[in-house]
């Protein structure tokens, strides 16, 4: 039996495959022009001129007043006696050290079963048995008799294992008010035709940044770490534009 699709719905669909098409067909062309040629490693970038690029804004508490005490060379709030070496002004490098390891083995199993059997009736009804037919058919005799079985099994495991080593320079775009610091930094590795890419960003308060103007990644505020890449390899484990469109068409 054959369902009609309403006309909108079929508009939509051809307008998504031909929209899906073009821009296969562009994908399609540059691809063709950059065979041979190494991907194009980006250029320097000012990460606070970016498109979308928006300041941090966070909970700041009062602004703290320094003090100096008479007859001293220490001032309240200081981190060091001599100049500080380490990170602290916009446009400052400090080095991240990734350092994410995760793995996680998670199984739950969930079993119910249940068994209902009812039966109700009269099994002599006024000396029924004595009494020959056709007078018996008329006679009740089980009344109710039900036969009911439910069982339940679910199963679920999760098995789940990733680690990141690596370190990254990051540039401190912002300096909040209260003296943390917005960090933003990004490298790109070409291997033969694959390039792969290392984003860090978040807030970082001076006082863990160490002596030699390092920081781990998991004393990162509002952490965004993203390591990927792009290039022939990374082509190849995608799949094409019209399997994708055709995963978010069909309903089944």
Same mark, same amino acid.
């Given at each position: 039996?054959?369902? #009609?699709?309403?006309?909108?719905? #079929?508009?939509?669909? !051809?307008?998504? $495959? ?8 562009? @994908? ?7 065979? =041979? ?6 250029? *320097? ?6 498109? =979308? ?15 100096? &005490? ?6 309240? =709030? ?8 380490? !990170? ?10 990734? &350092? ?12 119910? @079963? ?18 020959? &037919?056709?007078?018996?058919?008329? $006679?009740?005799?089980?009344? #109710? ?17 990733? !680690? ?13 008010? &209260? ?29 863990? *940044?160490? @002596? ?8 990162? !505020? ?27 068409? $069909?309903?089944?």
């Amino acid at each position: 039996m054959f369902k #009609l699709i309403p006309t909108n719905r #079929l508009v939509l669909t !051809a307008a998504l $495959l031909t929209t899906g098409g073009f821009a296969g067909g562009c @994908s399609s062309i540059d691809r063709l022009a950059a065979i =041979g040629e190494r991907p194009a490693l980006s250029a *320097i970038e000012n990460p606070t001129t970016q498109p =979308g690029y928006k300041p941090v804004q966070m909970p700041m508490p009062k602004p703290e007043v320094a003090s100096y &005490n008479a007859n001293s060379l220490w001032r309240n =709030g200081s981190r060091a006696f001599f100049r500080d070496q380490r !990170a602290a002004k916009v446009g400052d490098i400090m080095t991240v050290t990734v &350092n994410f390891t995760d793995k996680a083995n998670i199984a739950n199993e969930t079993q119910r @079963s249940r068994k209902n059997t009812e039966d109700s009736g009269i099994t002599d009804f006024i000396g029924s048995k004595t009494i020959t &037919n056709p007078a018996t058919a008329v $006679l009740p005799g089980r009344i #109710l008799t039900t036969d009911s079985t439910s069982t339940s099994d679910g199963k679920g495991s999760v098995q789940r294992q990733e !680690a990141l080593q690596t370190s990254v320079a990051a540039v401190v775009t912002q300096v909040l008010p &209260n003296g943390n610091l917005v960090v933003e930094g990004k490298q790109e590795i070409r291997v033969n035709f694959e390039v792969r890419e290392l984003i860090v960003a978040g807030i970082v308060r001076p006082e863990d *940044i160490q @002596s030699d103007n390092t920081i781990d990644s998991s004393k990162i !505020a509002q952490a965004r770490i993203a390591y990927g890449g792009r290039g022939q390899i990374t082509d190849v484990q995608q799949p094409r534009y019209g399997s994708q469109v055709m995963d978010v068409l $069909l309903p089944f």
